[in-house]
Structure formats: C-alpha cells, structure tokens
C-alpha cells in the first residue's frame, strides 16, 4: 500500500515536490541506508551532520533499549537520576580545559538558545545588565528558536517570523571566493574580516552594551565556511579585550568532524560557551547540550538567593534517560573506537579526493577540513539552487548516494567510520553526476 503523505508537513522540505516523488528510508546500518525501494544508499552526509559513528551502532542502540527498560523518565526539575549526572560528566570530560558545566536540552536550537539566555543572566548576576546585545555572523545557522534566529544569518529563516530579538547585529561572514578559492583546509586571506567585529561593530554599539558573540568555528549549513588562518583567534582576543562571552555553536563540529573532540580543541581557541547536540547520542536520541565555562555556572551559584533556582530556564526532556544512555555510549565508542583520530587520520585522503572536482564543470569553489567539505558551483542562470538540486537527486535515485546541498553548494560530512574505498565511492559518483548535468 502506498504510503499516505498528506498528513506529515515536513520540516525544511519542499513539502509538494518532495511528495510527488518521495525520497523514503526504511533502514541504516554503518555507512549505508536501505532506501524504501532496498536499495542500498552510501551516506555522504551523516544523515543530518549527527550519525558520526555510523548507523545503529550495537552498543548505542543496546544501551538505549535497556534504559527504556529500566526507566523511561524521571522529572528533571528539582529531581534527577544518575545517568544524566554520568553524561554530563562524560561531556565535561570531553570537553576543552575549563569547561565541564553541563546545561541538556534536546536539540541544538535549544542549546543556542539556553546559550544566549545563559550569557545575558549571567552578566545581569554580575550586575552588568546593560550587556543586553547579541552578535552573530551572515550566513550564521544556530537552529531555529527565536534566539537562534535572530542571531543567524540566513534572511529566508527570519524574514516571514516578525522582528524577533532586536538587540542582535551581525558580522559578515569570512567566505571569500575571489582570494580563497579552492583553498585546501584553512584559507590563507582574510584574518581581518575579524577586525570588524571591533572596528565597526563595538565601535557603533558601545562594548559595554554586548554581552555575547556567537559563531559556527566552521558554518556548516550556508555551505562550509571555513575561518581563514587566525580569523577565530582574533575574535577570541576582541571578546577578552572587552569582557564580551564567546559561544561556539558547534552543533556540527563537535564530537569529531575535525579530527578533534571540538573544533575549539582543532583551532586551539577555547570559548566560554559550547553549543553542541546532533554527534552527541549519535543521532540515535534526540540531545543538546550548553556546556559552560565552570567561572559562569559559579556566578550563577554565588549569586542566586540561597536554596532558590538559579537558572529559570529547561525543559520537561532535559537529561531525558534514553538521550542520556545514548551520550554515554556514543562518548565511550568515539573514545574506544578513536573515532577522532580516524577521521584526522583519513582527512588527506578526503581532502585529496575532493580536490580532484576541480576543473569539472561549473564547480567554481572547493573547500575542506576534517572530513567535512564544501563543493560550490554556478549556479544555472535565473535558477539559482536548480543545479545543485538536480545533482542531489541524481545522485540519489541514480547513484545510490545521499548528498546534501544548500542554495548550490554541496556539502558532504560521511560518518566518521568511512573508508578510504568509500571516498573514492563517494567523490566518483559526484564527479561522474557533475558531469552530466546541464
Ligand atoms: C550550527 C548549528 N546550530 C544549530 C543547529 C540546530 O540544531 P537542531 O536542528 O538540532 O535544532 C544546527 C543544525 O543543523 C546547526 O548546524
């Protein structure tokens, strides 16, 4: 019986041209799904930048069955259970020097939104309330709450929703074709671009009125934005300069994408704050988490009226027990696995065979780290995101791979567990599509 599509309105999703042919999975396993129609498909793209381990891991997956067999929840405001203490502290361990205070949620939305409520309570507990600004970049995904939003810097994910949190600014973004082309990890041009933020943007609105700056370290969703070489150092030593809070929105750079636990780790640049979900569980629950600088939970801690709560803020599935279960076990395999020291390990040949798109039709920007990269081409005239969209579905009902793509750049970010044969699976079948197309 064909399946009745009319009910579901799907998020992010063409919802009419997707239901006139629909794009459906029934299973995954490692590397591959199974399509509806049993075709095995190569996942280029870790599902949704989250499977990072690869898919149904036996030891996620059975962790999570005997959690929901032991105990399905436990209320998480003013009561608790262990396995959310276990996952924090798990996380904490994972996490740069400094930071090990644990905030769950469920997704990254809600991580960046909690983020920037946490850093305007924290400067108010100071007694620095006037830092009500917030600052993110073009081009900026952090989700889309009306924190997360506001923030971002993506007009079609603003504009139909009102005026949202006016107290926001934004950065331009550090992609520059025109120098970087076809760069091979970081751009070399462009450090400056960070000299912004101070120049133009405290300089208008008075240093003193902005409480937080948050940044993907490599923006992931409008395409993969890599920072040229010293770019994120810079906004580092702006935001001390002036008591400004740096949060790292690395829902889809942490828990390896880089080679490293975080890109904070890669980068050697440690913010004040992680957003992090998707790798967190393996995509096999949904999680997200804050994890906080221990000096911003105490200030929380010392200032908050004795026994009273001191965060107003969280949400009935914080520490849920099965997204719990699922980080420790997704955290122990990175960790016995070395996961990340697999995907450092295979990023050269990564990066080596995307390289070799070059000089193929329409592809007029190659760019890559770790094993996450960007593959930009012209886009067809009048009918900007067409060509992409086309590659995507050829390569999907043609190739037996699942790519992804924004506006017309391809993104490809596998599960940390490819192998070398599947790259070159992987960037022949987008080379043999690119070619084909008009
Ligand atoms: C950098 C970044 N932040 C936030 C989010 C939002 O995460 P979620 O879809 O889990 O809410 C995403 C999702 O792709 C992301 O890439």
């Given at each position: ?66 959690q929901?067999?032991t105990l399905d929840f436990a209320p998480p405001f003013q009561m608790g259970h262990a396995k959310a203490f ?230 009935t599935y914080s520490g849920h027990p099965l997204?719990c ?114």
């Open positions: 019986m064909p399946i009745d599509t009319s009910h579901y309105w799907m998020p992010f999703t063409a919802n009419r041209q997707f239901k006139a042919r629909p794009r459906l999975m029934k299973a995954a396993a490692g590397m591959y799904y199974t399509a509806e129609d049993g075709r095995q498909i190569l996942d280029g793209t870790a599902g949704l930048w989250c499977v990072n381990a690869g898919h149904a891991h036996p030891k996620i997956t059975e962790q999570i069955i005997a929901v067999q276990e996952a924090a502290t798990a996380l904490a361990h994972m996490a740069p020097e400094g930071l090990n205070r644990v905030f769950f949620c469920n997704s990254g939305s809600e991580a960046v939104d909690t983020a920037l409520k946490m850093a305007l309570a924290y400067h108010r507990m100071r007694g620095d309330g006037l830092r009500t600004k917030l600052i993110g970049r073009e081009r900026g995904y952090h989700g889309v709450g009306f924190g997360g939003i506001a923030v971002g810097g993506i007009a079609g994910n603003r504009k139909h929703f009102g005026p949202s949190i006016s107290a926001v600014d934004h950065l331009r973004h550090p992609l520059d074709i025109s120098r970087n082309a076809f760069s091979r990890g970081l751009p070399l041009h462009g450090a400056e671009l960070a000299d912004e933020f101070e120049q133009r943007l405290l300089a208008l609105h008075d240093p003193t009125t902005v409480a937080a700056l948050i940044v993907e370290p490599v923006q992931g969703s409008t395409g993969v934005i890599i920072p040229p070489k010293g770019y994120l150092e810079k906004l580092r030593t702006i935001c001390d300069k002036y008591g400004i809070l740096l949060i790292f929105d690395e829902v889809i750079t942490g828990f390896g994408r880089l080679g490293s636990a975080f890109a904070a780790d890669y980068f050697g640049v440690i913010p004040d704050l992680i957003c992090c979900a998707k790798g967190l569980t393996n995509a096999a629950a949904p999680m997200g988490a804050v994890i906080a600088k221990q000096s911003i939970h105490d200030v929380f801690m010392q200032s908050a009226p004795e026994n009273g709560i001191e965060f107003y803020h969280g949400y997204a279960a699922a980080a420790i076990a997704t955290m122990q395999v990175y960790h016995d696995e070395k996961l990340f020291e697999r995907a450092a390990s295979m990023s050269a040949a990564f990066e080596q065979a995307a390289h070799q798109l070059k000089g193929l039709p329409h592809v007029k920007d190659i760019r890559n780290l770790g094993l996450v990269c960007g593959i930009e081409l012209e886009p067809l005239a009048g009918k900007p995101t067409a060509r992409a969209y086309e590659v995507f579905e050829r390569c999907f009902w043609e190739k037996n791979l699942l790519i992804r793509t924004t506006g017309d750049i391809i993104a490809i970010s596998p599960p940390l567990i490819i192998n070398h044969e599947q790259i070159g699976t992987l960037f022949s079948t987008l080379a043999e599509v690119i070619q084909s197309i008009k």
